[in-house]
């Protein structure tokens, strides 16, 4: 059975590789004299250029937002709910801009990757990145494209610090900044979240020390229990319940320790879906750069002090039932920019999914960003 173009989707679309050769340099001290980002765009950019919108992606996820790729694809983008015609980012109005972030591995330069002084592939010499060399790549990606400012940056959990971190590092590039189920810094515990699933990745025999490409290898068993242990942390415990209580698969326990419950066959097909579709070595950098981020780091420790430097208006969604970005964390970012003086819109949606709601069809979330981006989009004469 092939998958049909659902009314208000963008269609077939068609990824690009774009070559930035400017140079990069990084938090770390590392330089990339040039480097490639896998991108898909959706909509048109208007004469005067003022229609474009970034979208940011979270931990796991890259440039496919919207759309599908073929007649025949089953999948269409991660975010092809709120991305088309009609949709809360409307591609009749905005120029929509989706990439995959230096270090992922869906066809950007990352860990999978050849680096060009070896020949061989990255694997554990590619450097670790912040969100802020996220920012900058993708401000050298706006260049390449001729946006001197976006319209709107939109980003969810990780994707929302890469959009606070724009507003913070290049004011003047962002007219509006949409920063849904984030925080200001990750809290101890997630971090922790973090370290567990590292550390199950880089126990794996099958890692190798980051070189299980030379040895036609997958950590598959790390990277699939770094998958389950996430994947709990993005439900929330009413949502869980609801959807697998604590049934057994079989009338009867049988007494083993094969897959007995839901719950559990739950987690194992996702854990394996995702080492079909991700590389440990972008995981394990992906996961270090949500922990670095912290924007007031710079000024003192000072959220406040930081926000002042930003100029764009914000939206700051939250959700009631995420508890790994709770809405107390959304609040912070809130209050800070109120206390800096900022122009700031907030929502609280209630749901019961947990954190992955940033991701779902709902309608209130969907009615609040339909009625902020469309005043974007008068805004921009869009």
């Given at each position: 059975m092939t998958s049909e173009v659902t009314e208000g989707s963008v269609g077939i679309v068609e990824p690009r590789k774009i070559r930035i050769d400017s140079p990069l340099i990084l938090d770390c001290g590392r330089l990339f004299m040039w480097h490639d980002l896998m991108v898909e765009t959706y909509g048109t950019l208007n004469a005067a250029r003022s229609n474009a919108v970034l979208i940011c992606h979270a931990l796991?996820?890259?440039?496919?937002?919207?759309?599908?790729?073929?007649?025949?694809?089953?999948k269409p983008g991660w975010w092809d709910n709120c991305i088309g015609p009609g949709k809360p980012i409307d591609t009749d109005r905005f120029?929509?801009?989706?990439?995959?972030?230096?270090?992922?591995?869906?066809?950007?330069?990352?860990?999978?990757?050849i680096a060009p002084e070896t020949g061989r592939q990255w694997g554990p010499d590619f450097p670790l990145l912040t969100v802020r060399d996220w920012v900058r790549s993708q401000a050298l990606l706006a260049?390449?494209?001729?946006?001197?400012?976006?319209?709107?940056?939109?980003?969810?959990?990780?994707?929302?610090?890469?959009?606070?971190?724009?507003?913070?590092?290049?004011?003047?590039?962002?007219?509006?900044?949409?920063v849904i189920a984030s925080a200001p810094q990750i809290s101890a515990q997630n971090i922790a979240f973090n370290e567990i699933a590292r550390q199950a990745i880089l126990s794996d025999p099958d890692f190798h020390g980051g070189r299980y490409y030379d040895h036609n290898a997958v950590p598959a068993r790390g990277l699939r229990l770094a998958r389950m242990l996430g994947h709990i942390t993005y439900l929330s415990d009413a949502a869980m319940r609801a959807k697998f209580g604590n049934d057994l698969k079989a009338p009867q326990p049988s007494f083993n320790f094969d897959v007995?419950?839901?719950?559990?066959?739950?987690?194992?097909?996702?854990?394996?879906?995702?080492?079909?579709?991700?590389?440990?070595?972008?995981?394990?950098?992906?996961?270090?750069?949500?922990?670095?981020?912290?924007?007031?780091?710079?000024?003192?420790?000072?959220?406040?002090?930081?926000?002042?430097?930003?100029?764009?208006?914000?939206?700051?969604?939250?959700?009631s039932s995420d508890w790994r970005f709770s809405p107390a964390r959304s609040r912070e970012i809130v209050k800070a920019l109120v206390d800096a003086g900022r122009d700031v819109s907030y929502a609280l949606i209630e749901s019961a999914l947990g954190h992955d709601d940033f991701l779902m069809p709902l309608p209130d979330y969907h009615r609040v960003l339909r009625g902020y981006l469309s005043r974007v989009a008068d805004e921009v004469g869009a």
């Open positions: 796991s996820g890259d440039h496919h937002a919207a759309g599908v790729h073929s007649a025949d694809d089953r120029f929509v801009v989706s990439l995959n972030n230096l270090g992922g591995c869906r066809g950007s330069t990352g860990p999978n990757s260049d390449k494209l001729g946006i001197t400012q976006w319209a709107a940056i939109v980003g969810g959990s990780l994707g929302g610090m890469q959009v606070m971190q724009w507003a913070v590092d290049l004011p003047r590039r962002v007219r509006h900044a949409v007995e419950f839901e719950v559990e066959s739950y987690l194992r097909y996702q854990g394996e879906s995702f080492v079909d579709r991700f590389d440990a070595n972008t995981y394990l950098i992906m996961t270090k750069a949500l922990d670095y981020f912290d924007p007031a780091r710079d000024y003192d420790d000072s959220l406040v002090d930081a926000f002042r430097q930003a100029q764009a208006r914000f939206l700051v969604v939250a959700f």
